[in-house]
């Protein structure tokens, strides 16, 4: 069984730590589990940043897909030191899972589009990540096993396209930033881990390809295509309480990380500094 450092050695060596999250909805749900904190910006983008007596926590909204991580990791980065990067919010599970479990995955690859050679997995190791990883999996009650990750630049939609990838990649869970945030994280030497909680299951069909509404003209094919197939709504309507599931249990279980790894609440009056 994995444990974490004595507390000791935990609270003597302060830890900046970048959570990565695409959408404001998945920002929510991170935001939660760090309460007390303060949005800014830094370089343009939304940040949350939340201190406390043994560490510091910033919440970045990339935005969806791997070039918006890549150029906001990359501006963050630059920013100052990290001794963890963290990619989180929602993901696709690529094998047997429930809604709200918790995947935690420490390799991760991009799966280029129409690809079919072996998959280059990047994975950051460090002291932090470890921390981290094992107090997650301490709190995760509905954790997934597995580490691997992949991701597309675009969304996986059908049901059938998901179990062509599981099979043929035996990964764990799939998204859209993480490779991108990894390969950023690995220029800029920090550690690296990926947070996610499942929002939509492998054998799972979307409601509609969500790929339309990335394009700059797409808004207008994407109404198109809910006025053509209203039953999509009803698949909207159980999308959406899905994500509300996934975003408690993110935001449960990043809350009591965060409680093993720091030692009180972040919250907590102890735990705040000026």
Excluded at 106 to 114: L, Y
Excluded at 127 to 148: C, F, V
Excluded at 157 to 185: N, P, Y
Excluded at 223 to 237: E, N, R, V
Aim: glycine share 8%; aromatic share 6%.
């Amino acid at each position: 069984m994995t444990t974490l450092p004595p507390t000791s050695s935990v609270s003597s060596s302060p830890a900046r730590i970048a959570i990565f999250v695409a959408t404001i909805w998945e920002s929510f749900a991170v935001r939660a589990a760090f309460p007390g904190g303060e949005s800014d910006t830094v370089q343009g983008h939304s940040r949350y940043r939340v201190r406390t007596g043994a560490g510091e926590c910033w919440v970045i909204q990339t935005g969806v897909g791997p070039q918006k991580a890549r150029e906001t990791a990359r501006a963050v980065f630059a920013q100052d030191a990290f001794s963890l990067a963290i990619s989180s919010g929602y993901a696709c599970a690529l094998r047997q899972a429930n809604v709200g479990d918790i995947l935690i995955g420490t390799r991760v690859a991009a799966v280029p589009a129409g690809a079919t050679e072996v998959l280059d997995y990047m994975e950051v190791e460090g002291p932090e990540r470890e921390r981290w990883r094992a107090a997650l999996g301490m709190h995760a009650a509905k954790y997934a096993a597995g580490s691997d990750f992949i991701s597309l630049d675009r969304i996986v939609w059908r049901a059938a396209d998901k179990a062509a990838l599981a099979q043929r990649t035996h990964a764990t869970g799939l998204d859209m930033e993480s490779a991108a945030l990894a390969g950023e994280s690995k220029a800029a030497g920090i550690p690296f881990l990926i947070v996610r909680s499942v929002s939509d299951l492998l054998m799972e069909e979307l409601p509609l390809d969500f790929n339309l509404f990335l394009r700059p003209t797409g808004w207008l094919k994407g109404l198109c295509a809910l006025i053509a197939h209203p039953s999509s709504l009803l698949g909207l309507a159980r999308l959406r309480r899905q994500s509300a599931v996934a975003a408690e249990s993110l935001t449960t279980c990043l809350r009591a990380a965060a409680e093993t790894r720091f030692g009180v609440r972040p919250d907590s009056p102890m735990a705040m500094t000026s």
